[in-house]
């Protein structure tokens, strides 16, 4: 079955609703609010995206496990239309697919964590304002001073899904969305960082908490991506009620010579 590029929204939304925990952020990237900057390909029920809106394109490969040849499969052939430098999300082995084209520089394993036991935000006091654009400086200045390598837009701040915690006219601790689609109810939790000197305060859990809440309001699914080696982080989504669905892996791919022994 060969691979096509796929522009027909509802045939993706199909495909990917049958996992929409694992498929979050590509159920999320078929609103309007991202499409423009979305490419799919297909290959019988499995699909591929690469998402033009960051700095340099993401490409994102989510297979379960037992779609894990066909998925190769469709990598195979879209390998050669990919551009010559990316960043990659790819379940477990599918980097040996592009290993062939590009060199690719390991960004750590990744987890998947769905929210599956909401009633374990009741235990947890949620705090929080919601941010909106006039709070963009600040917002920036929190997130070189704690979290220098995230994954903000400011463009996220109109989905009215970021809060956060502030000491006069400066924020502590916020929380927000990479994704949130009431369309296909779905939301990733994102960009979520504490001051360094406010952590172990619990503001964290705070903001997180509330913007939980939020979302419920407007979607089934709520998930979130977070380093495997991040044991503070992943614990305190495991006590706000979130399960561990599925690891990934992360890369920067450059088509080079020697790829094949750089995957290792």
Known sequence: ????????????????????????????????????????????????????????????????????????????????????????????????????????????????????????????TAAGEVLDAADLPALRDLYAVAYPGNWFDARMLDTGHYVGIRQGDTLLAVAGVHVWSPTYRVAAVGNVTTRPQARRRGLGAAVVAALCARLAESVDHVTLNVHADNTGAVRLYERLGFTRVAGFGEYTLTVGAGSAASAG
Do not use: I, K, N
């Not at 423009?36 to 591929?48: A, H, K, L, N």
């Not at 697919?97 to 947890?124: E, I, K, N, Q």
């Open 1 to 124: 079955m060969p691979v096509r590029a796929e522009h027909d929204r509802a045939v993706l939304a199909a495909l990917l609703r049958r996992d929409p925990v694992l498929h979050a952020y590509q159920l999320g990237d078929l609103d309007d609010f991202f499409w423009p900057y979305t490419s799919w390909f297909r290959r019988g029920d499995q699909v591929v995206l690469l998402y033009h809106g960051a700095a340099e394109p993401v490409l994102l490969a989510f297979a379960a496990q037992r779609d894990g040849a066909a998925m190769a499969a469709l990598l195979d052939e879209v390998a050669p239309v990919l551009p010559a430098r990316l960043y990659a999300h790819l379940s477990p082995g599918l980097e040996r697919v592009l290993a062939g084209r590009y060199v690719l520089t390991p960004a750590g394993a990744h987890l998947r964590m769905a929210l599956t036991d909401p009633g374990r935000l009741a235990g947890t």
